[in-house]
């Protein structure tokens, strides 16, 4: 009897099967479709790119499929393995500036980017402004649908134009420059975050600066501020005044007060000494004698009517 081995075995054309010794049939072949995957998959990312995606803090990844387009879920912070068809688009999600200013290299855009508005009485403002917002994360794939890595200057650019020439136009001049501009601000912000939220974006803040007026408007508003200034002056002056009059008269009235005091007690020491006087008139005697004491005279006189004159010695 003929012995068959592999080669008489095989089909004609069919690649030759590779046998491990030791390993059951079963595990090989799960072994093989596993290299296999790889190969493939290994193919593909060479075809279309990395199978292995970083996304980093403070961002998120938007999915296009090649087969299928923008997917809705997005992904989180760290490393993911998406399939080699799989593009992924990161997105700032942290808290990001938008700056228009007439200052050159200040604001998004190159030269003076200043935004005008007319206010409630007619007169043309400049204004810088600085708007902070950030992306909502959870709507990063319809943005990166319907606008795109630019959205800023598609959707939050336009926007900001709007609002603050409609916020201003409800404001008078006096209002936006001085000391409501922060209320002037608030409103702002309520009005782009209403404007904005729907398109994905938080507005956070607006910072409204240096406001410029018309030459006309500068000049008299100055004028009035140094008038102000000026009668707060005075009023501060008058007030000072005021206090060192009422300081003058309370110090004179303790003075008066004093005198009155000192006077009454002395005439009150007087009316004794007249009333021990009358009732003994030799007490003013012993107390002119009492008062001479210790003094180097020889000879004393009291009055001639007591007949008696005194050697001291």
């Given at each position: 009897?003929?012995?068959?081995?592999?080669?008489?075995?095989?089909?004609?054309?069919?690649?030759?099967?590779?046998?491990?010794?030791?390993?059951?049939?079963?595990?090989?072949?799960?072994?093989?479709?596993?290299?296999?995957?790889?190969?493939?998959?290994?193919?593909?990312?060479?075809?279309?790119?990395?199978?292995?995606?970083?996304?980093?803090?403070?961002?998120?990844?938007?999915?296009?499929?090649?087969?299928?387009?923008?997917?809705?879920?997005?992904?989180?912070?760290?490393?993911?393995?998406?399939?080699?068809?799989?593009?992924?688009?990161?997105?700032?999600?942290?808290?990001?500036?938008?700056?228009?200013?007439?200052?050159?290299?200040?604001?998004?855009?190159?030269?003076?980017?200043?935004?005008?508005?007319?206010?409630?009485?007619?007169?043309?403002?400049?204004?810088?402004?600085?708007?902070?917002?950030?992306?909502?994360?959870?709507?990063?794939?319809?943005?990166?649908?319907?606008?795109?890595?630019?959205?800023?200057?598609?959707?939050?650019?336009?926007?900001?134009?709007?609002?603050?020439?409609?916020?201003?136009?409800?404001?008078?001049?006096?209002?936006?420059?001085?000391?409501?501009?922060?209320?002037?601000?608030?409103?702002?912000?309520?009005?782009?975050?209403?404007?904005?939220?729907?398109?994905?974006?938080?507005?956070?803040?607006?910072?409204?600066?240096?406001?410029?007026?018309?030459?006309?408007?500068?000049?008299?508003?100055?004028?009035?501020?140094?008038?102000?200034?000026?009668?707060?002056?005075?009023?501060?002056?008058?007030?000072?005044?005021?206090?060192?009059?009422?300081?003058?008269?309370?110090?004179?009235?303790?003075?008066?007060?004093?005198?009155?005091?000192?006077?009454?007690?002395?005439?009150?020491?007087?009316?004794?000494i007249n009333q021990e006087i009358a009732k003994n008139p030799d007490l003013i005697n012993y107390k002119y004698i009492q008062m001479l004491q210790g003094q180097e005279i020889q000879t004393m006189v009291v009055p001639t009517d007591q007949g008696?004159?005194l050697d001291a010695s």
């Amino acid at each position: 009897m003929v012995m068959e081995d592999d080669w008489d075995t095989r089909k004609p054309g069919s690649p030759p099967e590779i046998k491990i010794e030791g390993i059951p049939p079963i595990l090989g072949t799960i072994l093989r479709s596993v290299a296999i995957i790889f190969v493939i998959l290994f193919i593909f990312s060479v075809m279309f790119g990395s199978i292995l995606v970083s996304v980093g803090a403070g961002e998120v990844g938007v999915k296009f499929n090649q087969f299928g387009g923008v997917e809705s879920d997005e992904l989180g912070e760290g490393l993911h393995i998406v399939m080699p068809w799989v593009s992924v688009t990161k997105y700032s999600v942290r808290s990001e500036v938008y700056t228009m200013s007439a200052q050159p290299s200040e604001g998004e855009r190159v030269g003076d980017d200043q935004i005008t508005a007319l206010t409630s009485e007619g007169l043309m403002l400049g204004m810088d402004m600085t708007v902070r917002y950030r992306l909502i994360s959870a709507d990063a794939s319809d943005v990166h649908q319907t606008l795109g890595m630019g959205y800023a200057e598609k959707i939050i650019r336009p926007t900001i134009k709007s609002v603050i020439r409609e916020v201003v136009s409800k404001h008078t001049a006096m209002e936006v420059y001085g000391e409501e501009r922060q209320l002037v601000a608030s409103e702002m912000v309520t009005i782009l975050e209403d404007a904005l939220v729907d398109d994905g974006i938080i507005v956070e803040e607006v910072l409204l600066r240096n406001v410029k007026l018309p030459d006309r408007v500068a000049t008299a508003i100055e004028e009035k501020l140094q008038a102000d200034q000026d009668a707060q002056r005075m009023v501060f002056v008058k007030q000072k005044e005021q206090l060192e009059a009422e300081r003058k008269v309370i110090e004179a009235t303790g003075i008066a007060d004093a005198t009155i005091i000192a006077a009454t007690g002395e005439a009150e020491a007087l009316r004794i000494i007249n009333q021990e006087i009358a009732k003994n008139p030799d007490l003013i005697n012993y107390k002119y004698i009492q008062m001479l004491q210790g003094q180097e005279i020889q000879t004393m006189v009291v009055p001639t009517d007591q007949g008696l004159i005194l050697d001291a010695s």
